[in-house]
């Protein structure tokens, strides 16, 4: 080990101080409320009986969800994780009915985490929804920091998982200082200065581990004394320097927080003072390596969450690395194309922009994994938040559309695959037999995904949903690949969509991601052709399919195309044709939607059919033209020029409540973006146990995955 790297792990005359210890939030405590109660006759009284009954369930989970955060002292950390984010989204979901409260007032007390007992230690609001919002972020990062310092920090896993913590603790406290403090008058712990201390200190802590991370990589590396290498580490010093020295500072610089931290634990000013004090001598040393920007590659990834140490010391680390490339779709696909299109009919239509995201009726409505649900007559469900999934779901709203507004994208066929032997006999023969044990239960699920996605008596949504979480299992795999000193290396083979005759087989993890995602697009088109279009639920459902159809094929344009030289289905040409045939259906359906046709029409035809041009000309251009020789889209896309009406109702109390879960989903996507944290939860599909990969039944939907499940690593618990 290098002496530099000794000053961060090892003692010496100027060491690292306390490189084991880091700060843990307490968590806000509060006394208990009812809340169903009221709110129910709320809205029976503004609204009507009848839409009370509609979002019952939703109240009396945003109650059980509260009882649950406030009485239940047996949760553990993940368990609290979970908990705290649904009752956040039912919050936001139910947050317009509190500008209406005149009697039956709901009173939210809630109490200083660091010093309780000060005089100012306790806020107590009347109807003060800001309130309950800011203290359940403040929770969620309070929980998310103490998750990561309970992490074994001594394996690359343990690291990973404390990075990742520590993170979305300071993401949290971000939002609280940024979007939800300011909007507060309550105990100190809630001041925007106090939100940006925290922020600072859990970031600072999340980017001192990783540091720790790349001290040990480097010492392993040949390359480790490569100027870039220099260059990383010298940022990082410098940026974990000045974190902790804003932290330091915002402290110190104010009396009252000042006096608030010492009540509390008065070995936090001394732990920050030498923090500072280090990295400011270290950051200082190393200034000389960072690089000018000249020097400096394209593409420089600084502090990406997904790595963990290339010589992690079991697989089960390995295949945790691959579980970030899932999130990793979700945070660099925005739907550029059809978003911006969509904006611009809006705005033609109401003169402005609206600022809600697009409401996700296909997961509501469909998806046996979302756990709040649009049931029967637009009624809300919102299934506790330690009920596993499957949830129930109503497939009714399907059915043959007497309206044919484009032709089905056809779906890739695959002949079967044994991935279950390929994948556990490769890792027996790379790592050990023990090792092969650990994640077994990962690769039988597998396999067991991959066969069950091809069957074709699922219906629509189950299909869709069994995609999705192959794609998932196939993220974690992909570290794996290539499996070349395998004995049976894992050959996909799929069959052209538009020409079947055609097929390509390959021992490629991109090509099977491709073709996974190429599937998940074409499905969405056929749900969308499967809506009945005369009614609301109907329409709103083929709108947020098609919407979920360009989002796949985005990805698939974006990430996969061009790492997967196979069939012409999954070309950058093709896939680029079928975005724009897909943008040209929901600027279609976008205007026609609503009530009017008023100034602009002639321009959303514009786009309309330009979108549909550009489709026409990629259809018919040197190989894509002999695929298409038998399918209707070319002939389809030369005559899309018709319009369609479709009625719409008035906005009710329904509509308020799925714009705020829509809230909530945007900013719990922002804040939450740590996907290994998901493994430690109860509900999720896999989940981390003693080190160990195991597939959770309970968050499968118990035994409804078809198949002999004996002899498989689970938990039940």
């Not at 074409?522 to 098609?546: E, F, K, N, P, W």
Request: proline share 6%; with cysteine; aromatic share 8%.
């Amino acid at each position: 080990m290098s002496n530099d790297n000794q000053r961060l792990l090892n003692p010496n005359p100027n060491p690292n101080p306390n490189p084991e210890r880091l700060l843990a939030i307490p968590v806000k405590k509060s006394d208990p409320v009812e809340l169903y109660r009221p709110l129910r006759n709320l809205v029976a009284r503004k609204y009507s009986e009848s839409d009370a009954q509609k979002v019952e369930s939703v109240l009396e989970t945003l109650n059980k969800c509260r009882s649950d955060i406030v009485e239940r002292g047996d949760l553990s950390l993940p368990m609290q994780r979970d908990c705290l984010i649904h009752y956040f989204k039912c919050l936001c979901m139910v947050d317009p009915l509190f500008t209406a409260i005149s009697s039956d007032p709901i009173v939210f007390v809630w109490y200083d985490a660091f010093y309780s007992e000060h005089e100012n230690g306790v806020s107590s609001q009347r109807n003060s929804i800001q309130l309950e919002k800011a203290s359940v972020l403040f929770n969620l990062g309070a929980v998310c920091s103490q998750i990561g310092a309970s992490c074994d920090r001594t394996t690359p896993l343990g690291r990973h998982l404390a990075i990742d913590a520590f993170n979305a603790a300071a993401n949290f406290f971000f939002k609280l200082w940024k979007d939800f403090a300011k909007d507060v008058s309550a105990t100190l712990d809630l001041t925007l200065l106090f939100a940006e201390t925290l922020y600072r200190l859990c970031g600072a802590q999340a980017l001192e581990i990783r540091l720790q991370q790349q001290l040990e990589l480097n010492n392993n590396d040949t390359a480790a004394s490569s100027a870039l290498q220099q260059h990383r580490c010298a940022v990082t010093f410098r940026l974990v320097s000045v974190n902790y020295q804003i932290a330091y500072d915002l402290i110190l610089h104010d009396s009252a927080v000042t006096e608030h931290v010492f009540s509390f634990d008065r070995t936090w000013m001394t732990h920050l003072h030498q923090k500072v004090k280090f990295f400011q001598v270290e950051a200082h040393r190393r200034r000389s390596s960072i690089l000018p920007k000249s020097q400096l590659p394209e593409t420089i990834s600084l502090f990406r969450s997904c790595p963990l140490d290339h010589d992690a010391v079991s697989v089960t680390e390995k295949l945790v690395r691959g579980i970030c490339c899932w999130s990793s779709l979700f945070r660099s696909c925005p739907l550029d194309l059809d978003a911006e299109l969509v904006r611009k009919i809006w705005k033609l239509k109401h003169k402005s922009i609206p600022k809600q995201e697009r409401i996700p009726y296909l997961d509501l409505l469909l998806s046996e994994y979302s756990s709040f649900k649009i049931i029967d007559d637009g009624k809300l469900v919102a299934n506790p938040w330690d009920m596993p999934p499957p949830y129930p779901t109503n497939l009714e709203i399907l059915s043959s559309s007497s309206l044919s507004i484009m032709p089905p994208i056809p779906l890739k066929k695959s002949e079967p695959l044994d991935l279950y032997e390929s994948l556990r006999s490769y890792v027996a023969l790379k790592y050990s037999e023990s090792e092969a044990k650990r994640v077994e239960g990962l690769f039988k699920t597998v396999d067991k995904l991959r066969s069950e996605m091809q069957r074709d008596d699922l219906s629509l949504p189950v299909r869709r949903d069994c995609l999705i979480l192959y794609l998932k299992c196939l993220c974690m795999i992909e570290p794996l690949f290539s499996m070349t000193p395998s004995p049976n290396p894992p050959i996909f083979v799929w069959y052209n969509a538009f020409n079947p005759q055609e097929d390509s087989s390959q021992h490629n993890i991109h090509f099977e991601k491709a073709s996974v995602l190429f599937n998940l697009g074409a499905l969405s088109t056929h749900i969308t052709l499967s809506c009945d279009l005369s009614t609301v639920q109907g329409y709103r459902l083929a709108m947020d399919a098609l919407y979920d159809a360009s989002y796949w094929f985005f990805i698939l344009w974006k990430l996969e195309a061009e790492k997967s030289s196979a069939t012409i289905d999954l070309s950058v040409n093709c896939v680029q044709m079928l975005r724009e045939m897909i943008a040209a259906q929901i600027a279609d359906l976008t205007w026609n939607c609503l009530h009017s046709h008023s100034d602009g029409s002639s321009l959303a035809e514009y786009l309309v059919t330009l979108r549909c041009r550009k489709a026409y000309d990629l259809s018919t251009l040197g190989p894509l033209a002999e695929n298409f020789v038998q399918s209707s889209i070319p002939q389809f896309l030369e005559s899309k020029m018709k319009t369609r009406h479709v009625q719409t109702d008035p906005s009710d109390v329904t509509e308020q409540f799925l714009s705020g879960y829509c809230e909530a989903q945007s900013l719990l996507r922002e804040a939450c973006q740590t996907p290994s944290l998901d493994l430690l939860s109860e509900v999720g599909p896999v989940m981390i146990k003693d080190g160990n990969l195991v597939i959770n039944l309970r968050g499968i939907g118990g035994d409804e995955l078809p198949g002999n499940h004996n002899n498989m690593t689970i938990d039940r618990n």
